[in-house]
């Protein structure tokens, strides 16, 4: 039962990996708060907890697809190079899932 978990994890944290660095390659400047983020997930059946989700920013941003940044207390996500590229389906990313033709995110 403990193998189905962390299985069943690690593809939700692959899908909201990529929802994440698709929408922030459609935001303007490439960029969104947090907030805005959880309320995607959400909307994408992909919902988490705002630690989670700085978990995986944290993730994402050790790996070169996106920085991280406080302004006025708000956590803003900005899309890196890597991560547009790997939201185009350009790169493959270990830990992100790769977009299919007709990618709903």
Same mark, same amino acid.
């Given at each position: 039962?403990?193998?189905? %978990?962390?299985?069943?994890?690690?593809?939700?944290?692959?899908?909201?990996?990529?929802? =994440?660095?698709?929408? #922030? *390659?459609?935001?303007?400047?490439?960029?969104?708060?947090? !907030?805005?983020? $959880? !309320?995607? $997930?959400?909307? @994408?059946? $992909?919902?988490?907890?705002?630690?989670?989700?700085?978990? @995986?920013? *944290? *993730? $994402?941003?050790? !790996?070169?697809?996106?920085?991280?940044? =406080?302004?006025?207390?708000?956590?803003? #996500?900005? @899309?890196?190079? %890597?991560?547009?590229?790997?939201?185009?389906? %350009?790169? =493959?990313?270990?830990?992100? %899932?790769?977009?299919?033709?007709?990618?709903?995110?």
């Amino acid at each position: 039962m403990s193998n189905r %978990k962390n299985e069943t994890t690690q593809i939700l944290q692959q899908h909201r990996s990529l929802a =994440i660095l698709r929408f #922030l *390659s459609r935001s303007p400047e490439y960029r969104s708060n947090e !907030d805005v983020l $959880l !309320d995607w $997930l959400r909307h @994408l059946a $992909l919902t988490c907890t705002r630690a989670e989700l700085r978990t @995986l920013a *944290s *993730s $994402l941003e050790g !790996d070169g697809h996106l920085r991280s940044e =406080i302004v006025e207390e708000l956590h803003i #996500l900005k @899309l890196a190079e %890597k991560g547009l590229e790997t939201a185009e389906g %350009k790169t =493959i990313s270990e830990g992100v %899932k790769r977009p299919e033709p007709e990618c709903p995110y």
